[in-house]
């Protein structure tokens, strides 16, 4: 499952079996993740599938009950306090004194960082309330925020110092489609800076247009990771056949190790822009990811050799990675909000 | 309040003791972190950034860098906790206690017969009695009931509302939020006193007859000496609730709930107070916090009994040493999933 | 994780920490004193010989005598002043023209004598001379003084806000010389004196009490020196009076004598079989600097009531003679005395206790109905009360003074 181009330096989040369990039940399960420098990092999984808790851990707000986990290189949470300043962060939503006004909470939570400049205090939070947007609303009580505005202020929390490394939790959350698109924006801006940015969400439109990289959590552990290419790619890839010989054309098929679908089976939006002339086509899957393939596995080229000595009349031949989507279906089970 | 004044430059001394082995070595590790990845994705930032303004990456940052800043962190706390209406109705409420009593001595002229709290039958005779009635009221119950509200929202209110995990992610750190929360309680410890102090002086001199003040002993000082006594008083009453404000903050560090850590305070402080009024349990007397709450009157006699003070202090200090370290070992130790 | 037992470290040091410093102050305390060595008869002569007239103190007080606390009454109650001890009363006992000295066993009266042995109190002293005395009783946001000074003798209570102002007879110079003759007689004890102008004559100075204990000291006590101990920072010697009876509740009185100066520091009454003391009277402080003159001034503030009356020359009661001061209270009438040394029994006789005293609610509840009527058993003494009236005390079991009252 490794996505780390090998010319990467090291990675700016590392994690090593971290494991979280919370009496009984264990929220996050011998995690292994790996956020490379200068990625936006999606963060993907339902809701509880415990993203939130890896994220507590990571900024040293949990403590992990076994594991390790590194940020910036540095060991957390022994090196809290040398890592923290240069990690912004909005963890579970925005949360701010309601009776403070914006400019005052920012005040407020710069302060709390033992080696911020008091000096440039006012500059900075007037600079960060002004990038997200909100030096309007920068006097108003919290209290009178609306949900989205409140996220704004949360993300302008996390942008008041220059940070390495932005760790976004459901950044989304609350905004009106005009405020995601600003978010998105800002997000884009801040790696274009080179900031790695690690965002979660159980949205998946979200991280496929932002991200470089994802993974995909389930029921407190990681099941995929890598590039978002590399997570489409390893989709078990299908094989479809546009054959009159629907018969023999599985045959071949299952003996090379495919898995044929059932007669008649339109699996996929794929397959759909063919015509029925030759009958519904016929589909077979890999048995695995072709990262993880063992080496016996057929190439695409050998497939149709072998459908041709088989006798099998091949009118077309695709091998589709399927859509990232399909695949975080897969990878999660479905019965959660998959799309907004 | 600036920084650079701070007499805790020497970086890390806030700091969990447990968190940075060697007390310097993290922020010079800051640095060179972004030293050494400087080539890299930070020097792209564009100047224009907020970030980017003078927030010491250039020459002498290492130094400015290392040093911790606590008392920018303490206004902070204190500006949230005054600004805050629950604050200023909580004194309000304080200094109207004495207000009420030297407008009801002087409406009905009650006051004779030893009936009441102590000291009421002598306002009529001299205003300032005024605040030493008020201050034998609000002692065992007022004020332990506003320091049990403050000390119990410390770290619970945060929690509540969730900006527990902001300061922590800032990173305030934890004994340093720790400290400040409990001076920021200390303070207004001072400040609930001075309210009945200022209000009940206020109160006493406007609608009584001032003069040479008679001490318990029926000595006679002037105006200036029992006001000097009075402040004492007062930072007796100060020093007893120290305590029960160490004791607020342990309970406000086990739960998420900031109206249970206040109640259970406020019900520690009542059940100190019926503990020490029962005789079966005079072994405990001198252990509860409450103990010498009431032995101000100490420093009303001729010459003035230290006694109480120093065994008031002794005892208030323990219970913060006690709670203190149980609060640093439970918030240290605690998982913030609020 | 190692890391996190490490953070409950200070918690579980502190406690630690605090009971060391706690168990410290004993040891410290218990660790020898070195001082030249004596006999008990030598530090017996070194108390009586005693120089001590000025001093400034504090004075502990508790009791534990098994008797139930009583409600606090207030200290305003101005019977309070039982408590002072005869030295308070003490125009009343000289000269028998007090209410509280015609009946001496007042309900009231009788109801916060029991109050005070049965509280902890802390009482300031001040003695300047044999003219000059101040005692204050330090009571939870009040303050009762008796304050002596010359011919002029001032109780004042904040509580009430009473005071009473008391003329004692003749020029100054009449006590004064009875002070001093009393203070450098070896024998200890005049019983023709005032008490209360006595030096530290109140009940609750150590030296009074210790001056009671040892003035009827006779072969049926055995004397002893236990381990030199500290007393207010002063070193003394422990002498201990162990009675070589058995009739008696009293198991063991100790009494601390300065070292330097023979002064009683401290003294406990332990009874038969108890380990822990059921009276400790004893200085916490000490200094024998004279106190300011100031201290010995008073003048009522505004608002006081002043009571005034003048006391005629003293005629004076012979003290029923026992080891213990309690019993006493009850001076006025007749009274007898049978049995000898620790186990006397003071009687007095019927019509001695009003009939309400024992309806009181508070003494009610300290009372215990017996076959020979009503009867208080403490730690240390008991009191029997008979229907008709006639009193039995002494530091006996109830049985002897059941014995002693069948027996009239």
Not at chain 2, 227 to 238: H, P, S, W
Not at chain 3, 55 to 84: C, F, I, K, M, Y
Request: net charge positive.
């Amino acid at each position: 499952m490794s996505g780390r181009p090998a010319h990467t330096p090291a990675p700016v989040i590392e994690t090593h079996g971290l494991t979280k369990v919370f009496g009984r039940q264990t929220a996050v399960a011998g995690l292994d993740l790996s956020v490379p420098a200068g990625s936006v990092f999606g963060f993907l999984g339902p809701n509880g599938s415990g993203k939130t808790t890896t994220i507590r851990m990571l900024l040293g707000l949990a403590n992990a009950t076994s594991g390790s986990a590194s940020v910036l290189g540095e060991d957390m949470p022994r090196r809290l306090d040398a890592v923290l300043p240069r990690v912004g962060a909005l963890v579970e939503g925005p949360a701010f004194y309601p009776f403070l006004s914006g400019t005052a909470n920012l005040h407020r939570l710069d302060a709390a960082d033992p080696h911020s400049q008091p000096t440039t205090r006012r500059q900075r939070v007037a600079g960060a309330l002004e990038r997200v947007g909100l030096q309007h609303a920068a006097a108003k009580k919290v209290k009178a925020y609306s949900l989205g505005m409140k996220q704004r202020l949360g993300l302008a929390n996390a942008l008041l110092r220059p940070r390495e490394l932005l760790v976004l939790d459901e950044p989304t959350n609350g905004l009106d489609p005009q405020g995601t698109r600003e978010v998105r924006n800002l997000v884009r801006s801040l790696a274009a800076e080179g900031i790695t940015v690690f965002v979660s969400s159980h949205l998946l439109a979200e991280v496929e247009q932002i991200c470089t990289h994802a993974a995909i959590m389930r029921a407190g552990q990681l099941v995929a990771q890598g590039t978002l290419a590399a997570l489409r790619a390893a989709g078990r890839p299908l094989v479809v056949v546009r054959t009159p010989d629907a018969g023999p054309a599985r045959g071949v098929l299952a003996a090379l190790g495919l898995v044929p679908g059932p007669a008649g089976l339109v699996p996929g939006p794929a397959t759909q822009a063919v015509d029925d002339m030759d009958g519904p086509p016929v589909t077979a899957q890999f048995p695995s990811a072709v990262d993880a393939a063992p080496a016996g596995t057929p190439r695409a080229e050998e497939i149709v050799a072998a459908l041709v000595r088989g006798g099998v009349r091949v009118r077309g031949f695709s091998m589709e990675s399927g859509s990232l989507e399909d695949r975080f279906v897969e990878l999660t089970g479905e019965g959660f909000d998959v799309v907004r | 309040m600036s920084g650079e004044s701070s007499p805790e430059g020497h970086g890390g001394g806030w700091n969990a003791p447990g968190e940075e082995p060697p007390a310097a070595a993290p922020y010079s590790a800051v640095a060179h972190g972004r030293e050494g990845s400087a080539p890299g994705p930070v020097a792209g930032l564009p100047s224009g950034r907020p970030g980017a303004l003078p927030d010491g990456r250039p020459a002498g940052a290492p130094t400015a860098r290392a040093r911790a800043r606590t008392w920018p962190f303490l206004a902070s706390e204190l500006s949230v906790m005054f600004r805050r209406r629950r604050t200023w109705a909580m004194l309000a409420a304080l200094a109207a206690v004495p207000v009420l009593i030297a407008v009801a001595v002087r409406v009905t002229g009650a006051g004779s017969g030893g009936e009441g709290p102590a000291f009421l039958d002598r306002i009529t005779h001299n205003g300032l009695f005024v605040v030493l009635t008020a201050l034998v009221l609000c002692t065992p119950l007022f004020l332990p009931l506003t320091v049990g509200v403050v000390s119990g929202d410390t770290l619970a209110g945060e929690a509540g509302l969730g900006t527990l995990r902001y300061l922590l992610a800032a990173p305030a750190g934890r004994a340093r939020l720790l400290l400040v929360k409990y001076v920021g309680t200390a303070v207004f410890c001072a400040a609930a006193t001075s309210a009945v102090l200022l209000a009940g002086t206020v109160a006493g001199l406007a609608l009584f007859p001032s003069g040479p003040v008679p001490l318990l002993s029926g000595d006679l000082v002037d105006v200036w000496t029992a006001e000097g006594r009075i402040v004492l008083v007062g930072a007796y009453v100060f020093v007893s609730l120290l305590g029960l404000a160490a004791v607020g903050l342990f309970i406000s560090t086990l739960t998420d709930v900031p109206v249970g850590a206040m109640a259970a305070t406020v019900v520690l402080a009542i059940a100190a107070q019926v503990l020490d009024a029962l005789p079966q349990l005079d072994w405990l007397h001198p252990w509860l916090f409450s103990h010498w709450w009431l032995g101000f009157a100490d420093l009303l006699r001729q010459p003035v009994e230290w006694t109480s003070f120093g065994n008031n202090a002794v005892l208030q200090l323990g219970y913060v040493l006690v709670f203190g370290a149980l609060a640093y070992g439970r918030f240290a130790t605690k998982d913030v999933l609020s | 994780m190692t890391r996190q037992w490490i953070r409950w470290m200070p918690a579980a040091a502190m406690p630690a920490v605090i009971a060391a410093a706690v168990l410290a102050g004993p040891l410290q305390a218990s660790s020898t004193v070195d001082l030249p060595h004596r006999t008990p008869q030598q530090v017996l002569a070194l108390m009586a010989g005693n120089t001590v007239h000025q001093l400034s103190g504090t004075v502990q007080e508790s009791a534990r005598l098994g008797l139930p606390q009583l409600p606090d009454l207030g200290p305003g109650s101005p019977g309070q002043r039982a408590s002072l001890g005869p030295g308070a009363s003490s125009g009343a006992t000289a000269g028998g023209t007090s209410a509280a000295a015609r009946n001496p066993l007042k309900a009231a009266t009788i109801t916060r004598l029991l109050g005070f042995l049965t509280g902890p109190h802390t009482v300031r002293v001040y003695l300047d001379g044999a003219g000059r005395q101040r005692v204050q009783v330090l009571d939870k946001l009040a303050e009762r003084d008796l304050i002596h000074n010359g011919t002029t003798v001032w109780t004042y209570n904040s509580a009430t806000n009473k005071a009473t102002e008391t003329t004692l007879p003749g020029p100054g110079m009449r006590n004064p010389r009875l002070h001093n003759a009393k203070m450098h007689n070896p024998k200890l004890h005049n019983p023709k004196l005032p008490r209360a102008l006595a030096p530290g004559a109140f009940e609750q100075t150590p030296s009074a009490l210790a001056a009671e204990l040892v003035k009827g000291l006779d072969p049926t006590t055995q004397l002893s020196l236990g381990p030199n101990t500290k007393v207010a920072k002063r070193g003394a010697y422990e002498l201990q009076l162990i009675p070589r009876t058995t009739k008696t509740l009293i198991g063991k009185v100790t009494i601390a004598v300065d070292a330097a100066t023979g002064l009683p520091l401290r003294v406990t009454v332990t009874a038969r079989g108890q380990d822990s003391a059921a009276v400790d009277i004893g200085f916490s402080t000490l200094d024998l600097a004279a106190p300011p003159a100031s201290t010995f001034m008073f003048t009522p503030p505004p608002g006081t009531s002043v009571t005034r009356r003048t006391v005629p020359a003293p005629k004076l009661h012979p003290h029923a003679v026992g080891p213990r001061a309690h019993a006493r209270t009850h001076a006025a009438p007749k009274v007898d005395t049978s049995g000898t040394g620790w186990a006397a029994i003071t009687e007095a006789p019927a019509g001695t206790v009003p009939s309400d005293l024992t309806a009181a609610p508070a003494v009610a509840r300290l009372l215990q109905p017996v076959p020979g009527g009503h009867a208080l058993s403490t730690a240390l003494f008991t009191v029997l009360i008979t229907p008709g009236g006639a009193l039995y005390a002494g530091a006996v079991p109830l049985a002897a003074l059941e014995q002693a009252a069948a027996a009239r």
